[in-house]
């Protein structure tokens, strides 16, 4: 079989593979050209650009951040909401993805209603699990670049509309100035109302960050964390805690100085030597030009990942998910068939 009949057949059978995705920003997953209806629609100023596929381009994290600030002023009725999870779902689903835990980033949404926000976002996830019989749930993110205090009362807004959808809470923004210390107390107050706690770490900001977000934050899996490798005992710590990584392959193209995925020494790859749990992610996939399942095949062809790489990904996915015991039990049983078919296939194309 040649190399691109080989890369085809790959992607295919990565596309197909039952996932979760636990690590999806909704605002990052805008399409360029339902960003630039809204923005008509709703009379909001874009950056400029001559085509759809020139508003998403940056090279580093701030200015990544600039674009996605701009484009989520333009989301402000319910059906904008709608609009934007629906297609978010819809995409997850036609790559394999069964069941999404995603972030939104609230508060970039400029007077807007958190009742408003959350109307729109909840009839998206309904009619998407109708339609694509996709299982989704919601981590709001707080902004590390605004003060304890307000993340306090970004909190005291999530609860109010809270149901059994949101199950969470994450810390996202320009983390490199940004130490997840300060957020301590209002971790501790989600941690006591029965949320879940994960947080950006280790992207952008120093091996120290990582360590803060599981000693002070007490969080339950990182996102990212690419810069762990800095500090070889918190490697080893992480290692035998188990603690879950969300990585995100072309994130780091954009986000971090690591712009080959195929280098020995890019740390997802190097994460996956360590024996850290790993696990693959698209963040914010039209924002990054990728999908769901072209980030899994770029973590077998561009991150040396084996097929047996590939099948943990996906069941560390499922054993750290924020789902009930049974429900994991469930799907263990439901996919695994498919999971050990799939990987099978993988295994001897290699």
Not at 27 to 39: D, H, K, R, V, Y
Not at 171 to 185: I, K, N, R, S, V
Request: charged share 25%.
């Amino acid at each position: 079989m040649s190399e691109t009949n080989a890369t085809d057949a790959r992607a295919a059978l990565l596309k197909a593979l039952p996932k979760i995705e636990l690590h999806l920003h909704l605002e990052g997953s805008i399409q360029p050209e339902t960003a630039l209806a809204l923005a008509r629609k709703n009379n909001v100023t874009l950056p400029p650009c001559e085509s759809p596929a020139e508003l998403y381009a940056y090279e580093t994290l701030d200015a990544f951040l600039a674009v996605y600030d701009a484009i989520a002023a333009s989301v402000i009725d319910a059906a904008d909401f709608h609009r934007i999870t629906y297609e978010m779902l819809e995409s997850a689903a036609g790559n394999g993805a069964r069941y999404v835990e995603f972030f939104m980033s609230l508060g970039a949404h400029k007077n807007v209603p958190f009742e408003r926000q959350f109307e729109g976002i909840r009839a998206g996830m309904r009619d998407a699990a109708r339609d694509f019989q996709i299982q989704s749930a919601m981590v709001p993110g707080i902004n590390r670049e605004e003060t304890p205090a307000q993340a306090e009362a970004y909190l005291d807004r999530v609860l109010a509309n809270r149901g059994d959808d949101l199950i969470g809470i994450g810390l996202d923004y320009f983390e490199a100035p940004h130490p997840p210390e300060p957020f301590a107390a209002v971790y501790a107050r989600a941690k006591r109302e029965g949320l879940h706690l994960t947080a950006h770490a280790g992207e952008a900001g120093p091996a120290p960050f990582i360590t803060g977000v599981l000693d002070v934050l007490g969080v339950e899996r990182i996102d990212h964390g690419y810069n762990i490798m800095e500090d070889p005992a918190l490697v080893e710590r992480c290692r035998n805690l188990g603690v879950l990584f969300t990585c995100c392959p072309s994130t780091t193209l954009y986000t971090t100085p690591h712009k080959d995925l195929s280098a020995p020494d890019h740390p997802i790859r190097r994460m996956r030597e360590a024996g850290l749990t790993i696990c693959i992610n698209s963040d914010d996939p039209p924002m990054f030009l990728t999908d769901l399942g072209n980030e899994y095949l770029n973590a077998m062809e561009q991150l040396g990942f084996s097929a047996e790489d590939i099948s943990r990904s996906v069941y560390a996915t499922i054993d750290n998910a924020w789902v009930d015991a049974s429900t994991r039990a469930r799907w263990r049983s439901e996919w695994g068939p498919e999971i050990e078919r799939i990987t099978a296939a993988l295994a001897a194309l290699d």
